[in-house]
């Protein structure tokens, strides 16, 4: 079964090609099976080979073709199978096909479904060869595809301009910690000779000792793909715009599978990290930093999907801290149950958004509790497993990155109290959000019930948003043995209580009608606050003013054509020279004369002057 | 003989698509077509029984009986002139992709050409001719020939079938191409000149004159000659003001002709002579050519993002590809260049048809103005993806030829000198915000109230086939380019290795 393992990716692909090629011939019901169908098969497929991995789990290699050879230079198309391919391709194709499921409904109603599902399926064929990709350069071929594929749909609906301008912000955005990362490539490649990241990681261990800066350089270069493309700062600021994109996209793309590409990208690479302890520092500090700023930005914010796209940043800056102090399985492990409640959240958005007339603003909802009953409890449990509420799936994964943060040496500790400060913050936004929109006084009234389509994927997610956390992860062959000295009890018991904290801080300032709080809030200086936040830091406005505004300045300078000024300029001296030329042609003898006699008694002097013995 | 008769063939196909404008106006275009696919039939079945192709067996640039083909008869005796043409694994790619895009072209101007339709397509097949002449020739006044030659049918093209501006446009673009042809001319000759002087004899022929000994000084100005004469038809910065101007203006069949192939004998120029004939001098002037390639990169990138023309834009694409083709040749080394001659072809492909698309566009909207466009999408779905299809895989998508080929050069580069790579690198952000760019004011956004109203046609299965083909061709070049690789590395093992020696001495 393993051996066949490229047919995973395939599926996608090849209906993504039919559905490109064949959109007008195919009727939506087809276009439905094609579409979440192949995505379904692609998961069996998968369980399949995850039953067999359990009994074997030898990793294995399947190699289609050499991609290309020259000299030494010799990446293949070839797929490497070990449990945290495994996880990844479980997220992918698990969480993919219950998103692809719930759009069937809710797209139903959109002229292009087809090219709706095609470029959806690509997706899924292009994160699928990211994450089973055996060597870098395949793997930025998925990377690289799955941002073609983010760009291609939140600027799915291309008839509005602004959406596509998120497209493309998010295109170019990625695109420049993408660049980072190729010339991370380049140096990997000529320094080491290989790009197979098992041959990679052996050899750069053999040939790098811990501290050179070789190894940090390319580290630092690989980190910038990885946070381009996992929104953290300062390159996370796409995300939220990406948000433009239809809800479901925003599920399984902005949430639960391409954003954490990079910390795949540093989970896989992880034995070169571990040559570079600054590179390590770097990861942890921008996780830690990103978390707290997303965190607080998504707790000022009104867009039901702006809050959770914050969240997602904030989210995988835990991950980013996870990876940061070394703790891989514990990253990898919120990574997945982040794919479940995140997805849960964004899915239960949609269902508000689609029974709604596309309302996005959480003070025009309100007491939905009781209207959109299934929604309601999907955003319960997930926002109690994103607060990490003891016994979700958030509590166990967010719990351990927290734990093992703790018992880094140096500044372990600061880094458990700043992580602590973020569930504060994570607690108290996102059950804003549930009182916000599911209790208190109805606003606008839901025009439709959700079909089992969109209900099923809800239901599931909601059962992995608990259980997630039973699960146990088959990484220990994947990653080095951290240290299991247990933190002293007093740490567990606050990391646990903070998140409650938070609930209890976000019912009394979000509950109900409280007029003090509106009172309070409405000071100068908490709107000046809340206006900086809501901006999200007044990052857009900085890079507009240091890179894009002169960017564009520069282009309009150099739409004319500077250049051709110099080519026209010796046109010009052309013509003038033409000019005074033809004015000796004046037509009148005597002026002929004179300049014959003017012009032979030049040149015999100058004869006699360089040859005097020849006249 | 079979070079010979691949020049006779278009050349013949000319003045039959000029006859046969008399019996039927829409009779020239389907001769056109019809030669082109006879010789590229002919090339292949000719090619196909070559045991030294078939083997991959590498050549070594000084001596032509290790080439694939050669063919050689005295033409002016006294001055040691010679037809001499020959056929190494660089020069067959080119000749595949002329006349592949010449076919292109033919099916882009299939209904645009409204005027004198058997004199175009006699001009096209001409500058074809020429084209594949540049590519075979050995002999350096024969090379000249034709590097002449292909300039006059193209500078009819423009100046008799473009738009609005054609007559500065074409005139533009023949002084910038003739006056940087007088310096190869200058340079051709005192090179003779310099090699009589050692060995007596006056000789053309590339085979004799790459061993020609010469003090640096004269080394220098001579590679100079040849290298601006190139880098003004690449075109590289500062020389490429002629492009945006000449492609602007010619026809779709011309856009598509200048940027496919036109371009690359610029590149093929600097690969097969500027190089290997001044092997030192060249490698002193590196740096400075590859900062040129460089700039060309960044300069052409910037530029295409203000241009309000469809096909300025992609104009400008090219400037900033045609950088990264610098770039890589200079580094001279088996990746880059490998690299640059992926991404002459890759670039002939996808720059084809983006100009294709543009011509399509014309012909519909009468206007290139992208502020009168947007939203097309909406009324042509099938154009729309294409055009994203070749606008991704112009940005250098992996999985389509253009990544392989700036990946390569980037690769290369790197080795040789690394911000100098970090540097071109920057190329593919400022790609992708032109390109985007031009997806967005074309078919995306809202429409547009003056096109909105016009009832425009989709792609039909003409055009759609014409770019399936061009599709799949990029999807193999970016996912199994090995064939490609193995051909050209036949030239490539023994150009190094020539001008490696050249080093040493």
């Avoid at chain 1, 501290?211 to 990885?226: E, M, V």
């Avoid at chain 2, 002919?42 to 063919?71: C, E, K, R, V």
């Avoid at chain 2, 690359?264 to 040129?292: C, E, N, Q």
């Avoid at chain 2, 760019?437 to 956004?445: A, D, K, N, P, V």
Wanted: proline content about 4%.
């Amino acid at each position: 079964m393993r051996d066949f393992v490229w047919f995973i990716p395939l599926l996608p692909l090849a209906s993504s090609v039919l559905l490109m090629i064949a959109s007008s011939r195919l009727t939506r019901r087809s276009v439905a099976l094609l579409g979440v169908g192949s995505v379904g098969l692609a998961a069996v497929l998968t369980g399949a080979v995850a039953l067999e991995f359990l009994s074997d789990s030898t990793p294995v290699e399947v190699t289609l073709w050499t991609w290309m050879k020259i000299d030494s230079l010799a990446p293949r198309i070839s797929f490497y199978i070990d449990g945290l391919t495994l996880v990844m391709m479980c997220v992918i194709t698990g969480v993919g096909f219950l998103i692809h499921l719930f759009s069937s409904e809710f797209m139903q109603d959109d002229d292009s479904y087809a090219r709706y599902f095609a470029y959806l399926n690509m997706f899924i064929a292009a994160m699928l060869i990211l994450v089973l990709a055996d060597n870098l350069l395949l793997l930025y071929l998925g990377w690289e595809g799955v941002g073609v594929c983010s760009y291609l749909l939140v600027g799915f609906w291309y008839r509005d301009s602004a959406n596509g301008r998120a497209a493309r912000k998010a295109f170019i955005v990625t695109r420049i910690g993408d660049t980072a990362m190729l010339i991370g490539l380049l140096l990997l490649l000529t320094e080491l000779g290989t790009l197979n990241i098992r041959t990679l990681m052996q050899v750069a261990s053999e040939q790098w000792s811990i501290g050179d800066s070789l190894p940090t350089i390319a580290c630092l270069l690989l980190l910038g793909g990885a946070i381009g493309k996992s929104a953290q700062f300062p390159l996370h600021t796409w995300l939220p715009d990406a948000m433009a994109g239809p809800t479901p996209v925003s599920a399984l793309i902005h949430a639960a599978t391409m954003v954490t590409a990079g910390v795949y990208l540093i989970a896989r690479t992880h034995d070169l990290f571990l040559l570079s302890p600054s590179a390590m520092h770097t990861v942890a500090f921008i996780g830690i930093a990103t978390s707290l700023m997303a965190a607080g930005t998504a707790l000022v914010q009104s867009d039901i999907k702006r809050i959770l796209a914050y969240s997602t940043i904030s989210q995988i800056g835990y991950m980013f801290l996870a990876l940061g102090v070394g703790a891989w399985t514990a990253g990898v492990f919120h990574l997945m149950t982040h794919a479940f409640f995140k997805a849960l959240l964004f899915l239960g958005s949609g269902a508000i958004i689609h029974c709604l007339h596309h309302e996005h603003n959480i003070f025009k909802m309100g007491g939905l509790r009781t209207r959109m009953p299934i929604t309601f409890w999907s955003f319960l449990i997930g926002s109690a497993a994103l607060a990490a509420l003891p016994m979700t799936a958030g509590f166990f994964s967010k719990d351990l990155i927290l734990l093992q943060a703790y018992q880094r040496p140096d500044f372990g500790p600061w880094l458990w109290g700043a992580g602590l400060l973020g569930a504060l913050i994570t607690a108290i936004y996102s059950f804003r959000l549930v009182f916000i929109v599911f209790f208190g006084d109805a606003k606008t009234e839901p025009d439709r019930e959700i079909g089992w389509q969109m209900a099923l994927p809800l239901t599931v997610l909601c059962a992995l948003s608990i259980i997630g956390g039973y699960f146990s992860l088959p990484l220990a062959d994947v990653f080095p043995l951290v240290n299991a000295e247990h933190p002293p009890h007093w740490v567990e018991i606050i990391s646990i209580s903070v998140p409650l904290l938070g609930v209890f801080l976000a019912y009394i300032g979000f509950y109900g009608q409280r007029p003090r709080i509106d009172s309070w809030t409405k000071t100068p200086l908490v709107q000046r606050v809340g206006q900086f936040l809501r901006s999200g830091w007044r990052l857009d406005e900085v890079f507009d003013r240091i890179a894009v505004k002169p960017y564009y300045n520069l282009a309009n300078a150099l739409q004319n054509e500077p250049i051709d000024r110099f080519y026209e300029a010796i046109v010009r001296l052309n013509q003038a020279i033409h000019r005074h030329l033809s004015a000796t042609q004046s037509g009148r003898m005597r002026w002929y004369i004179t300049s014959m006699m003017v012009g032979l008694i030049a040149t015999l002097g100058v004869a006699m002057k360089i040859a005097p013995g020849a006249i | 003989m079979v070079m010979l008769n691949l020049l006779l063939i278009l050349l013949a196909g000319g003045f039959l698509a000029l006859l046969c404008e008399r019996i039927d106006k829409s009779l020239p275009r389907i001769v056109a077509l019809a030669v082109i696919i006879a010789a590229l039939i002919y090339l292949i079945t000719s090619i196909s029984g070559l045991s030294a192709l078939n083997a991959l067996q590498a050549s070594t640039p000084s001596d032509p009986s290790s080439w694939f083909m050669h063919f050689k008869t005295p033409w002016i005796p006294a001055f040691g002139i010679h037809i001499e043409l020959a056929l190494d694994g660089i020069s067959l790619l080119m000749i595949l992709l002329t006349l592949l895009l010449g076919a292109v072209a033919v099916s882009a101007s299939w209904t645009d050409i409204q005027y004198r339709q058997g004199v175009f397509e006699a001009n096209l097949l001409w500058t074809l001719a020429g084209v594949l002449g540049v590519f075979m020739a050995l002999d350096l006044f024969l090379f000249f020939l034709f590097w002449e030659i292909m300039l006059i049918p193209m500078y009819f093209m423009i100046a008799i079938w473009g738009h609005e501006n054609r007559g500065y446009a074409a005139m533009k673009f023949f002084i910038f191409t003739q006056a940087s042809g007088l310096l190869m001319l200058v340079a051709i000759l005192a090179l003779v000149a310099v090699n009589r002087e050692v060995t007596g004899v006056y000789t053309f022929s590339y085979f004799d004159l790459l061993q020609t000994k010469m003090d640096e000084t004269t080394a220098y100005w001579l590679m100079l000659g040849f290298f601006i004469s190139f880098v003004v038809k690449l075109p590289g910065f500062p020389f490429h003001t002629w492009l945006p101007d000449a492609h602007t203006q010619a026809p779709t069949a011309g856009s598509v002709i200048l940027a496919g192939i036109l371009l690359k004998t610029g590149a093929y120029g600097l690969i097969r002579f500027a190089v290997p004939l001044f092997p030192d001098a060249s490698m002193h002037f590196a740096p400075v050519a590859m900062l040129l390639g460089i700039v060309g990169i960044i300069y052409g990138a910037i530029a295409a993002l203000s241009q309000t023309d469809f096909k300025r834009l992609v104009a400008y694409s090219s400037v900033s590809h045609m950088g990264f083709i610098l770039l890589g040749v200079y580094a001279w080394n088996t990746l880059a260049l490998q690299g640059a001659i992926m991404q002459m072809i890759a670039h002939g492909f996808s720059t084809a048809a983006l100009f294709m698309i543009a011509g399509a566009l014309q012909e519909r909207l009468h206007t290139r103005d992208m502020r009168e466009m947007g939203g097309l999408w909406q009324q042509m779905p099938r154009m729309g993806a294409v055009a994203m299809f070749f606008i991704i895989a112009a940005l250098g998508l992996p999985g389509l030829g253009n990544f392989v080929a700036e990946f390569l050069i980037l690769l290369g580069v790197f080795q040789i000198n690394e911000w100098m790579a970090v540097a071109g690198a920057m190329g593919l952000i400022t790609g992708a915000v032109y390109s985007l760019i031009l997806m967005q004011r074309s078919f995306q956004g809202q429409p547009n109230t003056h096109s909105d109203k016009l009832p425009l046609a989709d792609f039909g299965p003409r055009e759609m086939l014409t770019m399936s083909l061009m599709m799949i061709a990029l999807i193999a070049l970016g996912l199994y380019p090995q064939p490609i690789l193995d051909v050209s590395q036949t030239a490539l093992g023994g150009l190094l290795d020539s001008t490696a020696l050249g080093i040493t001495q």
